[in-house]
């Protein structure tokens, strides 16, 4: 399996520039070592933007959807450091999602990773894993180019608890339901190449996805894993 357990929180979001340099500094000396010191996440991640609409993603991985629902994350979201006050205020246009994983396939990590956000009616949910899961992204996973591909599905009440964290931020979440990765390993023109075609928006609507994905390819930039600190 590629992802490090069966629980993630996904969050995409820009920043305003007066607040980059505390983000930055924020981020690796805080935040991220905060969040992997909870009990049950095993890694966190950063990437910025290479052509996507919101300029970074973040991604917490954890052993299971309990563990993203539990009271240990809840307690630091409803606790949050001054740094972390004084940094979240700059954040703007915030998609987050708690989700389980509900497919991963690959053979590890990738420094790029292609990331689509979609909807899918709910009459359709299983039958949109089932179809995907059985061939377009194991196909995906075994390309050259690609690390490692995801499928992600957002607990829609657990994403939309106003946290005293949440509340610190100047604009309310988006929630994106359904979230799709692929992690990439070579050049990033023919990575992003081969995403689009894989999984574009004809594709996805065939296995019950309505109405366009927001697509984004990002680069990694920082990764930190539990048993780092």
């Avoid at 009990?39 to 052509?51: E, L, N, Q, W």
């Avoid at 689509?116 to 899961?133: C, F, M, N």
């Avoid at 296995?207 to 927001?214: D, I, V």
Wanted: some cysteine.
């Amino acid at each position: 399996m590629s992802l490090n357990g069966k629980g993630a929180v996904a969050i995409w979001h820009d920043i305003e520039p007066q607040g980059r340099d505390a983000f930055y500094a924020w981020h690796g000396e805080e935040h991220m070592p905060e969040r992997v010191g909870i009990p049950g996440f095993t890694r966190g991640r950063r990437y910025i933007a290479v052509d996507a609409d919101l300029e970074f993603f973040n991604l917490y991985e954890a052993r299971s959807p309990d563990v993203v629902r539990g009271p240990d994350y809840q307690d630091r979201l409803n606790n949050p450091t001054l740094w972390t006050v004084s940094t979240v205020k700059h954040f703007r246009h915030v998609s987050r999602s708690i989700c389980r994983v509900a497919a991963t396939f690959g053979r590890g990590q990738g420094g790029l990773v292609a990331t689509w956000r979609y909807d899918v009616p709910d009459e359709k949910s299983q039958d949109h894993i089932a179809g995907l899961t059985a061939r377009e992204l194991p196909e995906l996973a075994g390309n050259s180019l690609v690390a490692g591909v995801h499928l992600l599905v957002a607990d829609a009440d657990a994403s939309a608890v106003d946290t005293v964290e949440r509340q610190a931020r100047a604009e309310k979440n988006r929630i994106p339901r359904w979230i799709l990765m692929a992690e990439g390993w070579g050049d990033c023109a023919d990575f992003a190449a081969l995403c689009r075609s894989a999984l574009s928006d004809a594709i996805l609507a065939r296995a019950g996805a309505c109405g366009p994905a927001e697509f984004g390819l990002y680069q990694l930039q920082v990764s930190l894993a539990a048993s780092d600190e």
